[in-house]
Nanobody, 126 residues
Framework: QVQLVESGGGLVQAGGSLRLSCAAS????????MAWFREAPGKEREFVAS????????YYADSMKGRFTISKDNAKNTVYLQMNSLKPEDTAVYYC???????????????????WGQGTQVTVSS
């Protein structure tokens, strides 16, 4: 069982940067694979990035590679998403997700993740 709270969203101009944070409760944070998803109005929830239980391995959707960086700090019970070179099409609600049953961080299906935060809005202006 884990509770997740995202923060760090906001309004930014195209080309700018934001860092999202996801704070987790519980004492078993290190046992969870963590991921970020995003959902724009009228669109399906989209995989962004994931990180292994230890934080040593990461995986990204092709469209995010080179711009976004996910990291996991087990000592702080926090996962981060550093977003650079933001584009208007990055505008969405960003969700933090966790699961302790996933076998591979290459899982991109949102339905495979059992725990979700409330989301944080990211708006990129052109």
């Amino acid at each position: 069982q884990v509770q997740l709270v995202e923060s760090g969203g906001g309004l930014v101009q195209a080309g700018g940067s934001l860092r999202l944070s996801c704070a987790a409760s519980g004492r078993t944070f290190s046992t969870y694979v963590m991921a970020w998803f995003r959902e724009a109005p009228g669109k399906e929830r989209e995989f962004v990035a994931s990180v292994s239980r230890s934080g040593s391995a990461t995986y990204y959707a092709d469209s995010m590679k080179g711009r976004f960086t996910i990291s996991k700090d087990n000592a702080k019970n926090t996962v981060y998403l550093q977003m650079n070179s933001l584009k208007p099409e990055d505008t969405a609600v960003y969700y933090c997700a966790a699961d302790d049953k996933i076998a591979t961080i290459r899982t991109t299906d949102a339905k495979k993740y059992d725990y979700w935060g409330q989301g944080t809005q990211v708006t990129v202006s052109s």
